[in-house]
């Protein structure tokens, strides 16, 4: 996209922050994943930011591992052109994350295009393909390939059931958010109007 200098005061103290939120150790966990995931006709990157950023930028590879997640027949990306045109590739990225953000990754944890694009945030991309791995995981559909120790599980709803006795008791009793009900009283005290007893 743009060619940009150096950054310089401020800007270079934030990004060198992001910079450093970036782990090798996910990298090669997601490379592997994503390799395990698609099918092994894909070339596994050199280790390095730079590296994982060249392997991912042209948005074939999340294409087809967002296509992957799904049962066949069912992918969300039909087309998935081989193009050099700059504007296609960051198209192909945009329908990643909007298949991403379909297939239960929250808005929160996608990154923008331009994080990978121009390499700006790739800790926010190894955020999103960790939330995806974290989601394919938790669905358990068979559609997931790789370690179940990859990922974590995500919580699923723990829903309560009481019945109408137990609700009932619940209403009587005040709850310690309230404040309680002993300890300090009025007890003992004399009116405002009265004079103070000195003895």
Known sequence: ??????????SREVQEKIDQKYTLDLEARLVDWIILQVGGDIER????????QSWLKDGTILCRLINSLYPSGQ?????????KMVF??????SQFLQSAEAYGVITGDLF????LWEGKDM???QGTLSALGSMALTKDDGQY???????HRKAQGNRREFSEEQLRQGRSLIGMQMGGN???????????GMPRQIM
């Open 182 to 192: 002993t300890g300090a009283s009025q007890s003992g005290m004399r009116g405002y």
């Open 45 to 52: 990157p050199e280790s390095g930011r730079l590296n994982f």
């Open 75 to 83: 992918e969300p990306i039909k087309k998935i052109p081989e193009t």
């Open 1 to 10: 996209m743009a060619n940009r200098g150096p950054s310089y005061g401020l």
């Open 112 to 115: 923008q295009t331009v994080d």
């Open 123 to 125: 800790a926010a991309v």
């Open 145 to 151: 390939r790789g370690e179940p120790d990859w990922f």
């Open 88 to 93: 296609k590739q960051m198209e192909k990225i």
